[in-house]
T-cell receptor
Framework: AQSVTQPDIHITVSEGASLELRCNYS??????LFWYVQSPGQGLQLLLK??????LVQGIKGFEAEFKRSQSSFNLRKPSVHWSDAAEYFC??????????????FGRGTQLTVWP | DVKVTQSSRYLVKRTGEKVFLECVQD?????MFWYRQDPGLGLRLIYF???????EKGDIPEGYSVSREKKERFSLILESASTNQTSMYLC????????????????FGPGTRLTVT
C-alpha cells in the first residue's frame, strides 16, 4: 500500500538558514509526488509537484525538491528561510490506479518554526 | 484560479446533532474529497467521490456519510455528532484522468473547524 513518512515532526531553524524537510514514500510504480504548505488556520497550498522528467523541481516561494528513486525520497529544500515560511508542511504521493485514481496519501506533516 | 469554498470556517454543535458540511468547487473537477485533520495525525481521508452520485470510502468513514447530487458540490454529513468528531475538516477537488485532463494535484478549501460539545 502507498504510504508517506515524514520523519521530523518539528524543525526549528533561524531566519536566513537553509532548510531541508525529509519525505520518504512507498509506492510500487512511478510516483506522483507533492509538497503542500499550510499556514495556521488555513487550507493547504501546493508548493510543488513531481510527475516525471527532471528530478529537481522548482516550486513557489523559492522552494525546490529532489526526487531520488533509489532512496524513495522527495526532500524539500530552501536555501534561505524567511520568517513567513513558518507553517506546517505535508508531503503526499498520488495514486494513479483504477478506482482510486487521483487519491493522495499524505505524511503526518512537519511543523517548521523560524527564529528571528 | 481554482476556488474551493466551504460553508463555514467555524462550527459548534452539540452531541447527537446532525451536522452538514458543504463544499463547492468552481473548476468542473470530477473528483472531490473530504479529509479530517488532527494534530500529529496529518490528513486522513474520510470519503471521496469521482462523479455525481458516486462515492467511495476512505480510511475513516465510520460515523460519516456523504452526498454528491451536483458535480460542483460535495457534502459531508455527521448523522449524530460525537465529541470525538471535533476536528478540522478539509475539502479538496481535482480533475480525474477519465476526463483526459490529468491533474492529480488537489485544490483545498480553507477548512471548517468543528467543535462538538
Amino acid at each position: 500500500a502507498q504510504s508517506v513518512t515524514q520523519p521530523d515532526i518539528h524543525i526549528t531553524v533561524s531566519e536566513g538558514a537553509s532548510l531541508e524537510l525529509r519525505c520518504n514514500y512507498s509506492y510500487g510504480a512511478t510516483p506522483y509526488l507533492f509538497w503542500y504548505v499550510q499556514s495556521p488556520g488555513q487550507g493547504l497550498q501546493l508548493l510543488l509537484k513531481y510527475f516525471s522528467g527532471d528530478t529537481l523541481v522548482q516550486g513557489i516561494k523559492g522552494f525546490e525538491a529532489e526526487f531520488k528513486r533509489s532512496q524513495s525520497s522527495f526532500n524539500l529544500r530552501k536555501p534561505s528561510v524567511h520568517w513567513s515560511d513558518a507553517a506546517e508542511y505535508f508531503c503526499a504521493v498520488g495514486d494513479d490506479r483504477g478506482s482510486t485514481l487521483g487519491r493522495l496519501y499524505f505524511g503526518r506533516g512537519t511543523q517548521l518554526t523560524v527564529w528571528p | 484560479d481554482v476556488k474551493v469554498t466551504q460553508s463555514s470556517r467555524y462550527l459548534v454543535k452539540r452531541t447527537g446533532e446532525k451536522v452538514f458540511l458543504e463544499c463547492v468547487q468552481d473548476m468542473d473537477h470530477e473528483n472531490m474529497f473530504w479529509y479530517r485533520q488532527d494534530p500529529g495525525l496529518g490528513l486522513r481521508l474520510i470519503y471521496f467521490s469521482y462523479d455525481v452520485k458516486m462515492k467511495e470510502k476512505g480510511d475513516i468513514p465510520e460515523g460519516y456519510s456523504v452526498s454528491r447530487e451536483k458535480k460542483e458540490r460535495f457534502s459531508l454529513i455527521l448523522e449524530s455528532a460525537s465529541t470525538n468528531q471535533t476536528s478540522m475538516y478539509l475539502c479538496a477537488s481535482t480533475y480525474s484522468g477519465t476526463s483526459g485532463r490529468l491533474g492529480y494535484e488537489q485544490y483545498f478549501g480553507p477548512g471548517t473547524r468543528l467543535t462538538v460539545t
